[in-house]
């Protein structure tokens, strides 16, 4: 038994970097409307965490002009 890491029943999620793109676009167009970031990332299906992760990726830095 781990004490530090909690076993969980649902599988990771992975995603593509276009599905990435997505998501970032959702979650920006959301707070430009005046949602919270929390609130974005709970509509898109991700977490907060998950959420500022995926903004430093050079992935995201490729296209931010885009986003």
């Not at 029943?9 to 707070?31: G, H, N, Y």
């Not at 409307?33 to 929390?38: K, N, P, W, Y």
């Not at 959420?51 to 830095?61: E, H, K, N, Q």
């Amino acid at each position: 038994m781990n004490l530090y890491r909690q076993e969980s029943d649902m599988p990771r999620k992975s995603f593509t970097p276009e599905q990435i793109i997505a998501k970032l676009r959702q979650i920006e167009v959301l707070i430009s409307q005046g949602h919270s970031v929390a609130g974005g990332c709970r509509a898109a299906g991700i977490s907060e965490q998950s959420y500022y992760r995926w903004r430093s990726l050079p992935l995201v830095t490729c296209f931010s002009s885009t986003i």
